[in-house]
């Protein structure tokens, strides 16, 4: 069915046969992701033994590949620490000693699967978590030292995140990015939709009054825009070809008024990112934002040349109420096959290069009937 096609009269999934979807087989430049979260690599690192973590991941990106996912966003720094040995973070204790980065590099290399290293570049921690975890680290160091802090740090809720509206803050995202590059070579690097954490002034009034701005969203922008420009160039320095992404929310304007994310400039400027990957986890009966809509909103914002852009897809979703979705909460549960519809829409809409699943475990837990016909479209069989 198309985006337009009333659900009502929609085919039952086992209706949807993979001649009737009439898509062509995705070429090798199509996009077809799935984001690996935090959780899971701290699952598939349970083991003391190397060998079974290794064994475990093996089995874990085969199921992927299987499906028909050709890329994999691995997240290796969620909270300020990291899932591999770092000069910038602390190494998590949940990582069992093991460098997912070198284990998860060899493993997609296996079975012909990009690599990207997934980052949150803002978020820290908690003064408590921090000083327990705080060892050889840069980031660290920052910590210990209270003018540093003051400096590079900002707090908000009780958690610590690095500032962006310090110069520092780009130097250090610099380093991360040079270290993984250099060290594990990935395919490229990612950031997700965390930016600024509220849209409160209170946060970094000491920061806007002495910027000299006068407008503070739009002080805000620019300085989440200056970051995205910093860590272009920093993979981009590191290795011509890597790629830089990034995984806004699916709301353009929520990320413009709350996360102060201009997602239209950094489209449109061509020095930003490579990669845009809308998250567009809505379904087709969200009463506010309709994925049918949503997705010709992106599909239609103007874009440098350079620019691409796939479409995050909420395969957790399945089988789960919606509680934002209005009068479409629902839908997730009574309806079938709406990721194999969602990716077949993306796959058919121009100018998209792509899709991306968040995330991995839901696609492991999809049904067969669901799984197939994802694994379909995917495919293009």
């Known amino acids: 069915a198309s985006a337009g096609t009333a659900q ?15 898509l062509p ?7 077809i992701a799935a984001w690996i979260p935090y959780f899971t690599v701290e699952s598939l690192l349970a083991s003391p033994d190397e060998e079974a973590c290794r064994n475990a991941v093996s089995g874990y990106i085969r199921q992927l590949r299987d499906i028909g996912i050709n890329t994999v966003f691995l997240h290796v720094c969620a909270f300020g620490e990291s899932y591999y040995p770092s000069e910038w973070y602390p190494m998590l204790p949940a990582a069992n000693g093991h460098d997912a980065m070198r284990i998860f590099s060899e493993v997609c290399q296996e079975n012909g699967v990009a690599l990207h290293a997934w980052i949150n570049p803002l978020r820290l921690q908690t003064d408590a978590y921090m000083e327990s975890q705080c060892g050889d680290s840069e980031l660290c160091r920052w910590y210990g030292d209270e003018a540093q802090r003051a400096k590079a740090m900002a707090k908000w809720d009780g958690r610590w995140y690095l500032d962006p509206a310090a110069p520092t803050t780009g130097d250090f995202l610099s ?16 950031i997700d939709d965390y930016f600024y954490p509220t849209a409160q002034t209170a946060w970094d009034a000491e920061d806007f009054a002495a910027s000299g701005a006068e407008n503070l969203a739009e002080w805000r922008r620019e300085n989440i825009n200056a970051l995205m420009r910093t860590l272009y160039q920093a993979v981009h320095q590191a290795d011509e070809s890597a790629v830089f992404s990034v995984s806004p929310q699916g709301n353009i304007e929520e990320n413009y008024e709350r996360l102060f994310a201009d997602t239209a400039a950094w489209a449109k ?5 490579d990669l845009m990957i809308p998250q567009i986890y809505y379904g087709y009966q969200n009463s506010s934002h309709p994925f049918a809509e949503v997705l010709r909103e992106w599909s ?9 852009m796939a479409v995050g897809i909420a395969a957790y979703k399945v089988g789960q109420t919606d509680p934002y979705a209005g009068s479409g909460a629902q839908e997730w549960l009574t309806e079938t096959g709406i990721p194999a519809r969602q990716a077949g829409d993306v796959l058919l809409t121009s100018g998209m290069d792509g899709a991306a699943f968040y995330h991995a475990d839901a696609l492991m837990l999809l049904s067969p009937e669901e799984s197939a016909a994802l694994s379909a479209v995917l495919k293009g069989i």
């Open 300 to 308: 239609e914002l103007p874009r440098a040349e350079n620019v691409s």
């Open 25 to 31: 087989a995705p070429d090798q430049d199509t996009l």
């Open 175 to 190: 380093g991360v990015v040079k270290e993984l590059i250099e060290t594990y070579r990935p395919a490229g690097i990612h």
């Open 269 to 273: 400027a061509g020095d930003c990112c």
């Open 8 to 22: 009502t009269n929609r085919l039952p999934l086992r209706g949807q046969t993979p001649q009737q979807l009439h």
